[in-house]
């Protein structure tokens, strides 16, 4: 024994903070160093033993030295498991968010098609359907997800130009400037958006040059802030920065040019239909993508509407074809949206219930699916 500690102890269990932990340790380093004892009190380095014969002491050691070794064992199996157990995933940093999920039936539960992927305190918008502005508004507000202030919106996505995917375009364009957006707009999609862009920029000349000249609180650079620089796109990559990466695919749909988009950033990836029929360019953008959102037309909203149901087989996609593109394509998960559905029935007989909805695309599709809503957030 050296100052209370035994000659065969470790230097490294010495130091250890803990004394339970140097006990245990000198049970099973020091006793099989300690000689048989005399008959009479021997100084144990954990307890006083009082032992009347060796075979007593014996017993006693080999007892101290089983508790040592299971305590041990159990430290070092605690150790294992610890190194073993995989990290707590971090939380996401990209958000999809469902600004509008409706068609052109003007639902007041659900606004015109408008989708953001909101990334690291940015957001990203594709497509300006009815109210969107206000649907930003909405989920700054109510969901706490402060990239929607509606004067943050900067960089935006149009799939096509039909009305119900751009009837927001001007209030895009100058609400969020009165309310004192500091940038022009970014907006990216196929040809005729420059001149929809232009049109739109000369229909409410007037009033740009009123407030321009009458608001006087406004910024110096007033009058450069409402202006939209508009990018018509090709297929391929169309947009990078810190956050993402956003390539555009060809779909099929009325116009000679119809685009659907991929998002990929640091931990997702998103791919957004816009109105399309089943294309094999989607099953590849999505290709085990964490996110599809896919428009669809119910089955039995079809036979209710027997004179859109040639229109509805040449540019859109039914609930069977849904499932089987998404049985190709493998989505994580699959956000329905711009379905022919309504929420409260009696708005609009033919049209279906979400219920209705998930029930036939889960008929033929064994994934993960929800039916989107407006202000959902995934």
């Not at 939380?91 to 052109?104: A, D, F, H, M, R």
């Not at 022009?184 to 000369?202: Q, R, S």
């Not at 007037?206 to 609180?217: G, K, P, S, V």
């Not at 998103?270 to 109105?275: K, N």
């Given at each position: 024994m050296v100052n209370g500690i035994c000659k065969a102890f470790p230097e490294n269990i010495v130091d250890c903070p803990c004394p339970t932990l140097r006990v245990m340790a000198c049970f099973v380093v020091c006793l099989p160093n300690i000689d048989?004892?005399?008959?009479?009190?021997?100084?144990?380095?954990?307890?006083?033993?009082?032992?009347?014969?060796?075979?007593?002491?014996?017993?006693c050691k080999r007892r101290l030295i089983a508790t040592a070794v299971a305590f041990w064992i159990l430290i070092l199996a605690s150790s294992a498991a610890a190194q073993q157990t995989p990290n707590k995933t971090p939380?996401?940093?990209?958000?999809?968010?469902?600004?509008?999920?409706?068609?052109?039936f003007p639902d007041p539960d659900r606004s015109g098609p408008a989708t953001a992927i909101v990334v690291n305190g940015s957001a990203y918008l594709v497509d300006f359907g009815a109210g969107v502005v206000r649907r930003a508004k909405a989920a700054m507000f109510d969901k706490g997800i402060a990239a929607l202030e509606p004067t943050n919106l900067k960089v935006v996505f149009a799939t096509h130009l039909h009305s119900d995917h751009t009837v927001g375009y001007p209030d895009l364009i100058f609400t969020p400037w009165v309310m004192g957006r500091k940038f022009?707009?970014?907006?990216?999609?196929?040809?005729?958006?420059?001149?929809?862009?232009?049109?739109?920029?000369?229909a409410w000349h007037?009033?740009?040059?009123?407030?321009?000249?009458?608001?006087?609180?406004q910024s110096p650079d007033y009058r450069e802030n409402y202006k939209v620089n508009v990018h018509e796109i090709g297929v391929g990559m169309v947009y990078k920065d810190a956050n993402v990466t956003v390539t555009?695919?060809?779909?099929?749909?009325?116009?000679?040019?119809?685009?659907?988009?991929?998002?990929?950033?640091?931990?997702?990836?998103?791919?957004?239909?816009?109105?399309?029929?089943?294309?094999?360019?989607?099953?590849?953008?999505?290709?085990?993508?964490?996110?599809?959102?896919?428009?669809?037309?119910?089955?039995?909203?079809?036979?209710?509407?027997?004179?859109?149901q040639a229109y509805v087989a040449k540019h859109h996609t039914n609930t069977t074809e849904l499932a089987e593109l998404a049985g190709k394509a493998k989505p994580r998960l699959l956000i329905v949206y711009h379905a022919s559905i309504v929420q409260r029935p009696g708005l609009r007989p033919q049209a279906s219930s979400p219920e209705q909805a998930l029930k036939e695309v889960l008929s033929g599709y064994a994934g993960e699916v929800v039916i989107g809503r407006d202000l959902d957030v995934y």
């Open positions: 048989q004892p005399p008959n009479s009190v021997y100084d144990s380095p954990a307890m006083m033993i009082h032992s009347n014969s060796a075979s007593a002491w014996n017993a939380e996401s940093k990209t958000q999809v968010v469902l600004l509008g999920t409706g068609n052109p022009p707009l970014e907006v990216y999609g196929p040809k005729g958006l420059k001149a929809m862009t232009d049109h739109i920029l000369a007037e009033d740009i040059e009123e407030r321009i000249a009458t608001e006087t609180w555009a695919f060809p779909t099929k749909h009325t116009f000679p040019e119809t685009y659907g988009y991929r998002f990929d950033t640091a931990d997702r990836s998103i791919v957004i239909s816009g109105d399309t029929s089943p294309t094999q360019a989607t099953v590849d953008a999505c290709h085990g993508c964490d996110v599809l959102i896919h428009e669809v037309q119910t089955l039995e909203s079809l036979a209710k509407r027997k004179d859109f």
